[in-house]
Every structure is written in structure tokens, then in C-alpha cells.
T-cell receptor, first 114, second 110 residues
Framework: DAGVIQSPRHEVTEMGQEVTLRCKPI?????LFWYRQTMMRGLELLIY????????DSGMPEDRFSAKMPNASFSTLKIQPSEPRDSAVYFC????????????FGQGTRLTVV | GQQVMQIPQYQHVQEGEDFTTYCNSS?????IQWYKQRPGGHPVFLIQ?????EVKKQKRLTFQFGEAKKNSSLHITATQTTDVGTYFC??????????FGSGTQLTVLP
């Protein structure tokens, strides 16, 4: 397996634009997480899904953020409209579940909002 | 979700010196995991501890879980430049959500 795949790796966008980050979890993994990493706030859990169902989105900072998981092999994190303070590295991670709680992270998307 | 406090935030050591990072929780943890993130990279799983008082070793790395399951430590013996990175503890909740500590950024001076 190629691991967790995120795209794009880098994104530079202007304030006010819509940004969509994509994630393909490892096949067979039942849980998917979206994290945001900044120097100031560290690794923040934004939202997580179990079996494609959003379980807890209390970490999503504002209504401008939304996430979907239409099927077991794909998830998106959307920011609309984007703001400079959204600049961060966004990680997607998946884990198998069923007693195995090791999380596998994607390479991340470095988002810069100017 | 469960919260863990991790100290220190930064640690600079001379190559060959030892290094330790600590995670503490006010509540009993079901398990604790440790991850390493190299500069510019992504977190990579190192180990999971489940049992009270558990000690596990991976070459120069020693992981401990406290008797009360409220704290954990990662100790590196004789650091090398390849140990550079940020070390995170993480706790798994009832719904398998993973919450990370703030991390300890290790710098190893040659």
C-alpha cells in the first residue's frame, strides 16, 4: 500500500478563496482524522470519522471549515472563505481500528493564505 | 477529549548525551502512544503502551508507562544526530480519536 495520500502537497491561495484538501486513507482502515499543525498550537485534531461517519467535529475552528467522507477511500477538508490565519500544515491520518490504534499520517498539505 | 501535558517543550543536547521527555495526565489513561516527527516530515508511530508500569525498549529508546497510568516517558540513551525531531505522546479516546501532546523538540548538537 502507498500509505495515506494527501493532495496537494503545497497550496498557496489568496484570502477569500475556497481551498479543498484531499486525502486517501490506507485501504481497510476504518478511522480517518484531520489535523492542523502550527507552531503556536501544535497538532490540533479538527475532525475524525469512523466508518465514514463524522464522530466529532468540535475541533473545527469555524463554520468556514467543513469535512466530508463520501466513501471509505476518500475525504476532503474544505475552507471557504480562507483567511491568512488558516495558514498551517494540514495532516490526514488513518488507522485500522479493531484493536490496532497505530495512526498512519499522510505527508501533509502546507497551506499558505496570502 | 483527554488532555496530556508534555514537557519540556524544547531540549538541546550534545551528541552522546541522554534525553528524556515526559507526558502527564490528570486522568487515568487506557493507553499512550509515542510518535516522532522529523523536521519537515509527518508524525511516525513509534510505540504503544497499554499496561500499568510497562517498559518497552527499541534500541536506544526506552518507553515507560506509569503505575497509575497517568504519566509516561521516552528516554533516549546516547543521542545521535539522527534523533533530531519532535517527539509527541498521544492518547486514544473511547472512539479511537487520537489527541496529541504539545511535543518536545529535540536538537542534537554534533
Amino acid at each position: 500500500d502507498a500509505g495515506v495520500i494527501q493532495s496537494p502537497r503545497h497550496e498557496v491561495t489568496e484570502m477569500g478563496q475556497e481551498v479543498t484538501l484531499r486525502c486517501k486513507p490506507i485501504s481497510g482502515h476504518n478511522s480517518l482524522f484531520w489535523y492542523r499543525q502550527t507552531m503556536m498550537r501544535g497538532l490540533e485534531l479538527l475532525i475524525y470519522f469512523n466508518n465514514n461517519v463524522p464522530i466529532d467535529d468540535s475541533g473545527m475552528p469555524e463554520d468556514r471549515f467543513s469535512a466530508k467522507m463520501p466513501n471509505a477511500s476518500f475525504s476532503t477538508l474544505k475552507i471557504q472563505p480562507s483567511e491568512p490565519r488558516d495558514s498551517a500544515v494540514y495532516f490526514c491520518a488513518s488507522l485500522q481500528g479493531q484493536g490496532n490504534t497505530e495512526a498512519f499520517f499522510g505527508q501533509g498539505t502546507r497551506l499558505t493564505v496570502v | 477529549g483527554q488532555q496530556v501535558m508534555q514537557i519540556p517543550q524544547y531540549q538541546h543536547v550534545q551528541e552522546g548525551e541522554d534525553f528524556t521527555t515526559y507526558c502527564n495526565s490528570s486522568t487515568t489513561l487506557s493507553n499512550i502512544q509515542w510518535y516522532k516527527q522529523r523536521p519537515g516530515g509527518h508524525p511516525v508511530f513509534l510505540i504503544q503502551l497499554v499496561k500499568s508500569g510497562e517498559v518497552k525498549k527499541q534500541k536506544r529508546l526506552t518507553f515507560q508507562f506509569g503505575e497509575a497510568k497517568k504519566n509516561s516517558s521516552l528516554h533516549i540513551t546516547a543521542t545521535q544526530t539522527t534523533d533530531v525531531g519532535t517527539y509527541f505522546c498521544a492518547v486514544s479516546g473511547s472512539a479511537r480519536q487520537l489527541t496529541f501532546g504539545s511535543g518536545t523538540q529535540l536538537t542534537v548538537l554534533p
